[in-house]
């Protein structure tokens, strides 16, 4: 039977330089590579610098998850210096990572993913007065008829495929496209109330946050959350619900790894002892386990890096070698127990889902799924992990509402701190797209060696030194393609993940 190669490189309508290579044989991938195309070097840059500048320069990684990057980096310094946010300084990190989460999701949704379910062309059968879906009806008329080759972009050119019938579903999502690009903007000026800007958030610091909170800022945050939430309510999880239903098949398809890793996130109380609002986890196998982080290693047989294979990130290198043989891809493959694992929104479902305990996670998701006719084992799937996006941006944007209620004016929002002359630290959190970790080691009062593993490493990683695919190359692997010149449905499957690759190869 012959066997067709298809290269999507570069994938379009994610973050960063992804390459992805499939063989479909019989119209279904039989072997998937993703690679990583860049080289950046954050963790050499750091070396050498005062650790205070660790929270600035690693939130340049990104443009879209630069707060987690600024906390996971806040984190290890607390660890290191043993400083303990005081109450607002805990919430008000809470309410900045929560906005940064809010408009990532709502961005990955309308206006990254949706275009691969939702048909741009019925737009142009609409015959209502909403006058900025008329200007949108204008434009892709006019970019249709123009002849053109390469139509201007974001909504076209597009691969051919099975797009919704429902032009209910394809105008209501077109319109919330476009409201989304105004609710994005107001996620953004809701976490600057505390973060003094975004998306680069100056106002992270060990020990808290810079910002001092007042009635007015109190005031300002509450009102532009309860538009978020009337959007997220309304417009968003109903829209993904629809959209799922729409395309019962994605809820088989991309199933992935099995095997999912969650560090856990929004904590509500120092030190730690209630859980945190996003549980920590690992699940394997169906059963669920505590996260053991010394159990995580980095492979590099097949990335563009000179280091020792399977070191742990508190003694990780990073040297380039851009010539390595057998290397594909300049993200490196992190494992945890040897095991590949996935992380993002679906680990963090799935995980509050298999733990006994009740959480506001594990409630939404179970709503969800009785209204979708599904099982746990359906929410690992290309529409599973949109959904599980949906629901756990609701369950943040509720939460906020409590973390303002526990913001008292006028108290502080950062305790001081020391900066010993030696000391080692790690950052653990949560990113948009899933576990994020920052290790971070000073010697003579400067950074001796700064390791981040990032979602993006974890998800798009390469083969590892033993020969197993990464989370979206075992995604893709069975994933059928009618047309290999329009292979639409391998990149329904890799945007699922949200992939960021400037994040991955950092
Ligand atoms: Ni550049 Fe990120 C998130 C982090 S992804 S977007 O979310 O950390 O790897
Ligand atoms: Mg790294």
Redesign the pocket.
Known sequence: MSTTSVTIDPITRIEGHLGIRVEVTAGRVTEAFSAGEMFRGF?VLLKGREPLDAQQITQRICGVCPVSHGLAAVLAQDDAYHSVPPENGLMGRNLIQAANFIQSHLVHFYQLSAMDFIDIAAVTSYAGRDPALNELKAWVTAQRSSNVLYPAAPFLPRYSGDYARSSELNITVLKHYLDALDMRTLAHRMGAVFAGKLPHAPGLVPGGITERVTAEKIATFDSMLSKLRTFIDGCYLPDVLETARAFPAYLKEGKGCGHFLAYGAFPEATPSAAPNLFPSGVLMDGRITALQPERIT?DTGHAFYADPSGLP?AT?R?VPAHDKRKAYSWV?APRYEGKVMEVGPLARVLIACFREAESPLKRLAQRAMTDLGISTADLASVMGRHVTRAIECKVVADRCAHWVSRLVPGEPAFLDFDIPKTGEGVGLTEAPRGALGHWLAIRGGKIDNY????PT?WNCSPRDDAGHPGPVEQALVGTPVADPDNPIEAVRVVRSFDPCLACAV?
């Not at 390791?451 to 990032?454: A, E, G």
């Open positions: 963790e980095e990130p990780g990073t490196k390791q981040c593993v990032v490493t950092h």
